[in-house]
């Protein structure tokens, strides 16, 4: 049974949702832009050869691409796959695949490289790409926020490394105290216990002048 679908949703101008441009190639080759209803009529006639370009950022673009006529539904899962592995598939008298893309320049930059998704029919060509300066910004915005949760992370450890490295000293001389053995120093000191906690602060004072030398080399 052949999936019945409605026409593609348009927006405020009148155009179909997340299309990029439309095209009718004559038989010589020449191209000519269609807009709003001479566009929605050249699909369902099907008499000329059309392409038809989406952009997957567009929220509208799923359910445009999905309420186009004369697609099976294995290609409209194609043109909305998120695979980015290139490839490519035969359904029927149409094919479809992924392939690798480049925004359009003298050198083309590796981190500017998309998904472009197609389908070719007898009469029809459609590609769905997000475009590179989408993916750029998403990538930077991406990379300052990792920066962010990285130095606020240092800072974290930076602290919980100094609290550990001056509780080291007070530790060890707690520790040493703390044994259950005689002739232990200061165990028969009338002023032994506040001896051992100067001995603690000392030895905490110590340590931070030492974190604080090796900090500045």
């Known amino acids: 049974m052949e999936t019945v679908r409605v026409s593609p949703p348009q927006n405020g101008d009148g155009e179909i ?8 190639f004559s038989e ?15 699909i369902e006639k ?9 952009d997957l950022a567009d929220e509208g673009t799923r359910t445009a691409i999905a309420s186009l006529p004369h697609l099976p539904p294995q290609a409209v899962a194609m043109l909305l796959s ?7 598939y035969s359904f029927g008298p149409m094919i479809g695949g992924v392939v690798a893309d480049f925004e359009n320049s003298e050198q083309p930059d590796l981190r500017r490289m998309v998904r472009w998704n197609f389908v070719m029919a007898p009469h029809l060509f459609i590609s ?10 998403a990538h930077i915005l991406q990379e300052e926020l ?4 990285a130095e606020k992370t240092n800072k974290r450890l930076t602290v919980l490394s100094i609290v550990s ?13 703390g044994m259950n053995v005689s ?3 200061l165990q028969d000191t009338p002023h032994g216990f506040w001896f051992a906690c100067g001995l603690m602060v000392a030895s905490m004072a110590g340590m931070l002048v030492v974190l604080h030398r090796v900090r500045l080399n």
Not at 46 to 54: T, V
Not at 146 to 149: G, L, P, Y
């Open 165 to 177: 490295a001056l509780l080291l000293p007070p530790t060890f001389i707690t520790g040493m105290f």
């Open 128 to 137: 769905a790409r997000c475009q590179p300066g989408l993916i750029l910004r």
């Open 46 to 54: 099907q008499e000329d050869w059309l392409w038809l370009n989406f």
């Open 183 to 185: 002739a232990l120093p």
């Open 146 to 149: 990792n920066a962010r949760e």
């Open 82 to 88: 998120n695979d980015d592995r290139q490839n490519i």
């Open 28 to 42: 010589s080759g020449a191209a000519e832009l269609l807009h709003g209803d001479d566009l929605r009529e050249a």
């Open 17 to 24: 949702e997340g299309l990029v441009w439309g095209c009718r």
